[in-house]
Protein backbone atom coordinates (compact mmCIF):
# COMPACT_ATOMS: atom_id res chain seq x y z
CA UNK A 1 0.00 0.00 0.00
CA UNK A 2 1.40 3.30 -1.09
CA UNK A 3 1.27 6.20 1.60
CA UNK A 4 1.67 9.81 0.87
CA UNK A 5 2.53 11.62 4.24
CA UNK A 6 2.04 15.87 3.68
CA UNK A 7 3.59 18.42 5.77
CA UNK A 8 4.53 22.34 5.99
CA UNK A 9 1.05 23.45 6.17
CA UNK A 10 0.52 26.54 8.48
CA UNK A 11 -0.86 29.84 8.97
CA UNK A 12 1.02 32.80 7.22
CA UNK A 13 -0.21 36.73 6.08
CA UNK A 14 -1.20 37.68 2.84
CA UNK A 15 2.05 37.71 0.95
CA UNK A 16 3.81 34.91 2.54
CA UNK A 17 5.39 31.91 1.85
CA UNK A 18 4.97 28.31 2.35
CA UNK A 19 6.60 25.09 1.11
CA UNK A 20 4.27 21.96 1.22
CA UNK A 21 6.34 18.68 1.04
CA UNK A 22 4.71 15.09 0.36
CA UNK A 23 6.75 12.32 0.94
CA UNK A 24 5.83 8.83 -0.56
CA UNK A 25 7.00 5.39 0.39
CA UNK A 26 6.91 4.13 -3.18
CA UNK A 27 9.34 5.63 -5.53
CA UNK A 28 8.11 8.34 -7.67
CA UNK A 29 9.42 6.72 -10.99
CA UNK A 30 6.40 4.33 -9.88
CA UNK A 31 4.07 6.87 -10.78
CA UNK A 32 3.44 8.50 -14.06
CA UNK A 33 2.08 11.64 -12.06
CA UNK A 34 2.03 13.06 -9.09
CA UNK A 35 -0.18 16.28 -8.25
CA UNK A 36 -0.86 18.53 -5.10
CA UNK A 37 -4.97 19.01 -5.04
CA UNK A 38 -6.83 21.90 -2.42
CA UNK A 39 -10.24 22.33 -1.17
CA UNK A 40 -11.36 25.13 0.67
CA UNK A 41 -14.06 25.97 2.81
CA UNK A 42 -17.39 25.45 0.52
CA UNK A 43 -15.40 24.72 -2.35
CA UNK A 44 -14.68 21.83 -4.34
CA UNK A 45 -11.59 20.30 -4.69
CA UNK A 46 -9.25 21.54 -7.55
CA UNK A 47 -6.12 20.31 -8.89
CA UNK A 48 -3.64 22.54 -8.39
CA UNK A 49 -0.47 21.43 -9.57
CA UNK A 50 1.15 18.79 -11.58
CA UNK A 51 4.34 17.30 -12.01
CA UNK A 52 4.98 13.99 -14.25
CA UNK A 53 7.42 11.42 -14.57
CA UNK A 54 9.61 13.28 -17.09
CA UNK A 55 8.86 15.91 -15.06
CA UNK A 56 6.78 18.15 -16.99
CA UNK A 57 4.54 20.77 -15.20
CA UNK A 58 1.12 21.98 -15.05
CA UNK A 59 -0.65 24.08 -13.48
CA UNK A 60 -4.11 26.00 -12.49
CA UNK A 61 -4.28 29.31 -14.24
CA UNK A 62 -5.01 30.95 -10.49
CA UNK A 63 -1.40 29.63 -9.44
CA UNK A 64 0.72 30.13 -12.22
CA UNK A 65 3.66 32.08 -11.52
CA UNK A 66 3.40 32.05 -7.84
CA UNK A 67 3.38 28.03 -6.83
CA UNK A 68 6.32 25.67 -8.23
CA UNK A 69 6.33 22.05 -8.30
CA UNK A 70 8.95 19.67 -7.92
CA UNK A 71 10.49 16.93 -6.62
CA UNK A 72 13.15 15.01 -5.03
CA UNK A 73 13.35 11.64 -6.24
CA UNK A 74 16.34 10.46 -3.85
CA UNK A 75 13.97 11.34 -1.22
CA UNK A 76 10.75 10.32 -2.94
CA UNK A 77 9.56 13.37 -2.08
CA UNK A 78 7.44 15.74 -3.81
CA UNK A 79 7.12 19.64 -3.07
CA UNK A 80 4.75 22.76 -3.63
CA UNK A 81 6.71 25.91 -3.20
CA UNK A 82 3.82 28.97 -2.69
CA UNK A 83 4.90 32.35 -3.18
CA UNK A 84 2.27 35.50 -3.12
CA UNK A 85 -0.14 33.63 -0.93
CA UNK A 86 -3.37 35.36 -0.65
CA UNK A 87 -6.38 34.53 1.45
CA UNK A 88 -8.38 32.76 -1.49
CA UNK A 89 -5.57 29.57 -1.41
CA UNK A 90 -6.90 29.04 2.35
CA UNK A 91 -7.75 25.48 1.74
CA UNK A 92 -6.54 21.57 2.83
CA UNK A 93 -3.60 20.72 0.72
CA UNK A 94 -3.81 17.11 -0.48
CA UNK A 95 -0.79 15.03 -2.49
CA UNK A 96 -1.77 12.64 -5.55
CA UNK A 97 0.21 9.75 -7.13
CA UNK A 98 -1.18 8.62 -10.14
CA UNK A 99 0.10 5.22 -12.02
CA UNK A 100 -2.03 5.40 -15.30
CA UNK A 101 -5.00 8.02 -15.23
CA UNK A 102 -6.33 8.40 -11.63
CA UNK A 103 -5.34 9.67 -8.88
CA UNK A 104 -4.91 6.30 -6.92
CA UNK A 105 -3.33 7.52 -3.80
CA UNK A 106 -3.76 10.57 -1.36
CA UNK A 107 -2.53 11.87 1.76
CA UNK A 108 -4.00 12.86 4.71
CA UNK A 109 -4.09 16.77 3.73
CA UNK A 110 -2.05 19.47 4.94
CA UNK A 111 -4.19 23.09 6.14
CA UNK A 112 -2.99 26.33 4.60
CA UNK A 113 -4.53 29.21 6.01
CA UNK A 114 -3.58 32.59 4.96
CA UNK A 115 -4.37 35.77 7.01
CA UNK A 116 -5.72 38.98 5.04
Known amino acids: QVRLVESGGGLVRTGGSLRLSCAAS????????LGWHRQGPGKQRELVATITRFEDTNYADSVKGRFTISRDTAKKTVYLQMNSLKPEDTAVYYC??????????WGQGTQVTVSS
Open 96 to 105: AASRHYDYDY
Open 26 to 33: DTLFSFNS
